[in-house]
Every structure is written in structure tokens, then in C-alpha cells.
């Protein structure tokens, strides 16, 4: 008995017969195509899903950042005006104390006596002072310091005191000369500005002032130990004036 080929076996089979036999064949390679299908809808669902929770997360941060540096900015804002609130304050307390102290000085000179006559009056007599002279040089240079020009100012005092060293003003412009040399940063010689007044005239209003000047520049050179010294010394020397109070109240702080 002789085989049959498969292709005649084939072509005996009916139609239907014949698209039955292909569908079984074809069945299993179909399944595993809706498998696959339904898995990678499965990973890109879950991988929408990581996308979307990490874009959120990252909005969420990028918003925090937001709000922090606006909070920052508001901040600096804020600090900003206090510094310069607190920088006219300070020049304002600045003005009020010079324009007192300038004040203070004329009335001051308004109730100093005058100069007692020595009693060698048989010596020859100096050429005599112009008042009126003395006193405009002594406005000039005071004007120069009201109106800042310190370096102006300084030379102005030092020559009023050379010009004028016997002058019932001598004092007062030493004193200023000190001033406008603090004023300038240069303590050291500040300090030997009001040390000549206080070993000229040690019991002049204006001492006990300079002697308060001595101790600020003394702690701005670092001295704390000369600056306290001073304070006390000051504080013993003129009891019961405006500088001692404050050489006081510096000494508790201290």
C-alpha cells in the first residue's frame, strides 16, 4: 500500500476541514500574542505610573524651591531696609552729638572768665591780642569741622593754637583739633591731641571730655587695659560731670 504525501492529503481535505486545520495550527501563536500584548500594557501602565509620581514629586520640590527663594528675597529685602534704617540713625545720632558738643562749646565760651592779669606785670608787655580776630579764626576753623571738611578742620585748630596759644580759645581748639583727628581714624594721634590739653589745662571744661576721647581710641588700638585705666582716672579726676557718668556706665560694661 502506498503513502500519501502530505500535500495530497491536503488537497483530499474539504475546505472547512482544511481552515480548521490551520486555525489549531496558528492557535497557541495567537494566545502568546495577547499575552504579550496585555504584559506590555501592564509595564507601560506601571511605568505612566513611576513617570507621573516622580514628575510630581519633582513639581512639588521645583515649588517648595519657589517659595523658599521668594522667602529668601523677602528676607534680604527686609534686613536691607533695617541697614539702612539703622545706617541714618546712626549718622543722625552722629549729627545730634556733634551739633550738641559744638553747642556746648559756645555756650561754654559765653561763661568762661577771662584771664586773671599775671601779677609780674613789671615784665614787658606781649603785643597785644586782637579778640575779634582770634575769635573769627576760631570760627573758621569750626565751621570747617561742622561742615566735615576734617582734614581742613584739624590744620585750621593746629594753627589757631600755635597762632594763639595764650587765647582764653586755645583749649576749645586744641580739644576740636583732638576731635577732628578722631574723627579723621587717626588715634594715636588723637591721644597726644588731648593729652597736650589735659597737661595744659587739666581743670579746662573741655578735660574731661578729652580724657573720655583718650579711652575710645585707647580700645580702638586694642588696649582695653590702658582704656579701663583711663575710664577710672577720669572718673576719680571729675566727679560728678557728663563724662565721668559715661566712663561709669563704660567701666560696668566692661
Not at 70 to 81: D, F, K
Request: glycine content about 4%.
Amino acid at each position: 500500500m502506498l503513502r500519501r504525501r502530505p500535500t495530497a492529503f491536503l488537497r483530499a481535505l474539504s475546505p472547512a476541514a482544511l481552515g480548521m486545520a490551520c486555525g489549531l495550527a496558528l492557535l497557541p501563536s495567537a494566545q502568546a500574542g495577547i499575552f504579550d500584548d496585555d504584559e506590555a500594557r501592564r509595564q507601560i501602565a506601571e511605568l505612566t505610573q513611576t513617570t507621573n509620581e516622580r514628575l510630581d514629586t519633582a513639581g512639588k520640590a521645583q515649588f517648595e524651591l519657589a517659595n523658599q527663594i521668594q522667602a529668601l528675597r523677602e528676607e534680604n529685602a527686609r534686613l536691607r531696609g533695617q541697614i539702612e534704617t539703622l545706617a541714618y540713625e546712626l549718622e543722625s545720632a552722629s549729627k545730634r552729638q556733634q551739633d550738641f558738643y559744638i553747642d556746648l562749646d559756645s555756650r561754654l565760651r559765653k561763661i568762661e572768665p577771662a584771664p586773671v592779669a599775671d601779677e609780674a606785670a613789671a615784665a614787658p608787655a606781649a603785643p597785644a591780642a586782637d579778640p575779634a580776630a582770634e575769635s573769627r579764626a576760631y570760627e573758621e576753623a569750626l565751621n570747617l569741622f561742622k561742615a566735615k571738611k576734617l582734614k581742613e578742620a584739624a590744620a585750621a585748630f593746629s594753627a589757631f593754637v600755635k597762632a594763639h596759644p595764650d587765647s582764653t580759645l586755645a583749649p576749645n581748639a586744641q580739644y576740636w583739633f583732638g576731635n577732628a583727628q578722631y574723627a579723621l581714624g587717626d588715634c594715636k594721634q588723637s591721644i597726644e591731641a588731648h593729652n597736650k590739653l589735659l597737661a595744659r589745662w587739666p581743670k579746662h571744661a573741655k578735660a574731661a571730655d578729652a580724657m573720655l576721647n583718650i579711652a575710645s581710641c585707647q580700645k580702638e588700638l586694642g588696649d582695653a587695659k590702658a582704656a579701663r585705666k583711663t575710664l577710672q582716672t577720669l572718673k576719680d579726676s571729675y566727679p560728678g560731670t557728663p563724662a565721668a557718668e559715661s566712663a561709669t556706665q563704660r567701666l560696668k560694661q566692661n
